[in-house]
């Protein structure tokens, strides 16, 4: 039964058997986090045999040594293999370090300081730039935006993406350069772009001559159930449409390898390459080789990395459907929704108005650490508090067990503090 149809003497002695379950909770004394979309050591251990995979010996690679500087756009087998990762040619991809949110924050450091190619001028020299955040979407998109003052700008996300017709309104104005796209399995709500979002992305015809499309393919290959679902390749439909520099499209092995030791990769129309080529001479002469090459040779290529992927699937999705059956305990009390997600790292949950920062508060006070509620907003501000983004990649497998039912219990807590406070 919901707890809207609950009468208000069921209501609560309802509130009183929830706050004695979280009593227990909280004696309990545990330490559980929740908050951030990382791998676990089981996952980590899948990519072990990377730290014994290349020999001094073995780094030339390609009539290239991978010991010494140069070739700044990466080895060739690594373009080679983001290329057939990506569906785009091995020209079109400049391998960097060892973070593709690193790569993003560069290119609009870039915008700021010397323009895009197209830019009549610097970002840094205007009055006013916007940036549209599809939200609930990656805290950090947002704070890179925030960080050099841009005003962002919330697009709602719909289940085929964001709101077309709305970022097809705002691009009309030429304050508005930009926007952070994550198309697949995007974080938070695992949302996958329809072939029709996609599309109108690659139609855009925005006011100003230097917009760009921060296409963050981070979960390319990241299902966490069934097969391989592949994506229509924007870059090409970018050129089709007559808006071949509109895009950078961005990866990385973070979630296949080693976060953080892994290799990024940036993507773009050949004259965007060479444009950022030539703005980083001032900046890196090459980056690790090395371990792009020890990458290579690990993930080998596309077919392999898919391989692998299914191995983190197999134990990713446990601890997704942990958490989730639990969820269904509180289906019937209408108190809140959440996705069902099919790759990623996230599930999304949507609380009744105004319950999300205190669902969060009441797991933290029994030892439960929950990513901030409204974290996935620009500003970190969510206009109805309903957001709750869960992470249960990282915790080992009864951590979740435990995580999920106490979370539920702070779920109805909430929920009936509100119903009961909106009653009187
Ligand atoms: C959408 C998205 N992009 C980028 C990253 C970070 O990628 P990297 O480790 O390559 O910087 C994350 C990490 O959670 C992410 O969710």
Redesign the pocket.
């Known amino acids: 039964m919901r707890y809207s149809d609950f009468t208000a003497g069921q209501l609560q002695s309802e509130l009183e058997k929830v706050r004695e379950e979280y009593r227990m909770w909280q004696s309990r004394g545990l330490s559980l986090n929740m908050a951030r979309?990382k791998p676990g050591l089981e996952q980590l251990e899948l990519s072990k045999e990377l730290f014994s995979i290349l020999r001094f010996e073995d780094c030339v690679a390609d009539q290239v040594d991978a010991r010494n500087y140069g070739e700044l756009a990466g080895m060739p087998c690594a373009r080679q293999y983001w290329a057939e990762m990506l569906d785009v040619s091995p020209e079109q991809c400049l391998v960097g370090g060892n973070?593709?949110?690193?790569m993003m924050y560069d290119l609009v450091a870039k915008a700021w300081t010397n323009g895009l190619l197209h830019s009549p001028e610097p970002w840094g020299k205007l009055d006013h730039v916007r940036f549209l955040c599809p939200a609930p979407g990656?805290d950090r998109h947002f704070r890179i935006s925030q960080s050099f003052g841009m005003e962002l700008i919330s697009i709602p996300m719909t289940a085929e993406g964001p709101d077309m017709e709305i970022v097809e309104g705002w691009v009309k104005d030429p304050h508005v350069k930009g926007i952070w796209c994550?198309p697949k399995f995007s974080?938070p709500d695992g949302i996958i772009y329809s072939e029709e979002t996609i599309s109108r992305i690659a139609a855009l015809r925005p006011a100003a001559p230097d917009f760009v499309v921060i296409w963050?393919n981070?979960y390319c290959v990241h299902e966490i159930l069934g097969d391989y679902r592949p994506i229509p390749e924007i870059l090409s439909l970018c050129a089709a449409n007559g808006n071949a520099d509109l895009v950078y499209e961005f990866a990385?092995t973070?979630k296949m390898t080693i976060?953080?030791a892994g290799m990024?990769v940036v993507a773009s129309s050949l004259n965007n390459i060479q444009y950022i080529s030539g703005c980083m001479q001032a900046q890196v002469i090459s980056y690790d080789k090395v371990n792009q090459l020890r990458q290579v040779k690990f993930l080998k290529d596309k077919k392999h990395t898919l391989t692998l992927m299914r191995q983190h699937a197999a134990i990713l999705w446990p601890r997704f459907h942990v958490f989730l059956s639990a969820l269904e305990e509180i289906r019937p009390l209408g108190i809140a929704r959440w996705t069902d997600p099919q790759g990623g790292?996230f599930i999304s949950l949507y609380t009744k108005p105004s319950c999300a920062k205190r669902t969060v508060e009441l797991c933290s006070g029994a030892g439960l650490v929950m990513t901030g509620a409204g974290a996935a907003y620009p500003y970190g501000v969510d206009p109805q508090d309903h957001h709750i983004r869960i992470a249960p990649s990282y915790p080992p497998l009864q951590d979740i067990t435990l995580a999920a039912q106490l979370f539920c219990t702070c779920l109805k807590l909430a929920a009936l503090e509100k119903i009961l406070q909106e009653k009187n």
């Open positions: 979309g973070s593709s949110l690193n990656y994550v974080n963050d981070a990385s973070s976060p953080g990024a790292y």
